[in-house]
């Protein structure tokens, strides 16, 4: 017998977000409820180290993003929608 073990997770088992920053490794996490825009900058960092230009397009991607985010979380049960998590054997590129 072989067994396979698949990880995934729903819209709606997202609690919440979080930024780190990939230079100092600071945290930031946010209620999905409470999502409403990316952090934008690492404020640990001198100087601070912007992630994401306020006003550019990238910043209003990830708007639209947190937006979805929170709509779909409120999905009804006509449809379930998993994203399928990597484990830490698997890289995508060895997707079955
Ligand atoms: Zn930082």
């Given at each position: 017998m072989t067994r396979k073990t698949v990880t995934c997770i729903q819209i709606?088992?997202?609690?919440a977000v979080e930024f780190e920053c990939g230079t100092c490794h600071t945290k930031v996490s946010y209620p999905l409820d409470k999502?409403?825009?990316?952090?934008?900058?690492?404020?640990?960092c001198q100087p601070p180290k912007q992630f994401i230009v306020y006003g550019s397009n990238e910043f209003a991607e990830w708007n639209k993003f947190a937006e979805l985010l929170k709509r779909f979380s409120k999905n009804g049960d006509n449809f379930i929608f998993r994203f399928e998590l990597l484990d830490e054997h698997r890289k995508a590129d060895d997707r079955v």
């Open positions: 709606k088992d997202i609690a999502f409403i825009h990316p952090l934008t900058a690492c404020n640990v």
